[in-house]
């Protein structure tokens, strides 16, 4: 037998209960698949645990309650919010697997909702990457910077919409000479959001 497994479950915030309470609590927390199924064959071989602990291929294998952690290919729990998960499956219902956690659903066409294409956002907002993710995000409004990146990593994971409709995005240039002596990243140039020119 494995104790550091044993240790690790009686070590759940949760070790004063009862052991078939202490084996379904540690369960529902963010622990990874490889030691869920650890646990939960340690706590059935004791009849602790409720469930069987089921081999997978797709969600369709596992019960009501679970999905297929398509990694370890075993049933696991679905996880509350801010629980760690790697798609929308994993999720109880209503919520999503943003940024690698499961989060409330936020409605289509809302700021912060997932998108394709910038005419799946509401008015004012476009389609763009957040963490990775793509997002609805609100056009950037006058006086906001609007500099981007030519490419590489930190614009492929994180990008920033236009600015509003009727604003242009130029190098300002009635920056104060005290600002420019505090500028973090001096390499960045200061692009607004700026009225056209009459």
Known sequence: MDYSIVMRVTLCPVWRLPWDTVCRRCFEQTWSPQSFYLQAKLCSLFGWFPFILVSCDHDRSCGKGFSCDRHFLVCVPLKQAGQYCRRDAQCLKGLTCMFGKCHHSIPEGQEGARCKLDKDCGGSMCCARHHGEMICKRRLMLGESCFV???????????????????LCRKATDVPQREKEFVYRPEVENWQCQAPAV
């Open 149 to 167: 990146p030519d490419g590489g990593l930190a614009f492929s994971i994180n990008q920033i919409c236009p600015c509003e409709e009727g604003l």
